[in-house]
C-alpha cells in the first residue's frame, strides 16, 4: 500500500501522467527514512531537509505540511503495510506542465514503506 496525497490504496491503482515534471525533468525530491520499532530516525532531520530543497526549488508548501503531519503521513503509510520496521520513502515532486519553467508549483506527494532488511546479518552484495 501507498499514500499518494493522503490517500491509501494500493500501488497498482497509481497512475501519473508521462508529462509529470517530475518524471520528465527530474523536479522533486525525495527522502529515505528508516522507521524501527515504531520511531522513526531522525524524523525532523529529515522533515527540515524536505522543506529547505522545497523552497530552494520555490515550490509550494502547503500550510498543513507541519512535522506532526510529516510523521502522522509516515506511520498511516506503514500501519497501512502493516509495519513495524520500514524502510520509507517520501517523495515531493511538483506538479503540473511546463518545458523549462513549471506552469504551476503546487505539489504532491508519494510514501512508499517497504519491510526494513537486516543490514547487519548481510554478508555482500549479490548483482547478478
Do not use: W
Not at 94 to 99: F, I, P, Q, V, Y
Amino acid at each position: 500500500m501507498i499514500n499518494f496525497n493522503g490517500i491509501i490504496e494500493s500501488e497498482n491503482k497509481l497512475t501519473l501522467s508521462i508529462n509529470n515534471r517530475a518524471f520528465k525533468f527530474g523536479d522533486g525530491l525525495f527522502e529515505t527514512i528508516k522507521v524501527e520499532q515504531g520511531k522513526i530516525a531522525f524524523a525532523e532531520d529529515h522533515y527540515f531537509r524536505l522543506m529547505a530543497s522545497m523552497r530552494m526549488l520555490r515550490m509550494d508548501i502547503s500550510m498543513k505540511f507541519t512535522l506532526e503531519f510529516f510523521i502522522q503521513e509516515i506511520f498511516r503509510t506503514i500501519e497501512a503495510n502493516k509495519l513495524t520496521n520500514a524502510r520509507v520513502r517520501f517523495t515531493i515532486y511538483r506538479n503540473g506542465n511546463g518545458l523549462y519553467l513549471p506552469e504551476d508549483n503546487t505539489t504532491s506527494y508519494l510514501i512508499e514503506a517497504n519491510q526494513l532488511l537486516d543490514c547487519q546479518n548481510h554478508q555482500g552484495f549479490d548483482f547478478l
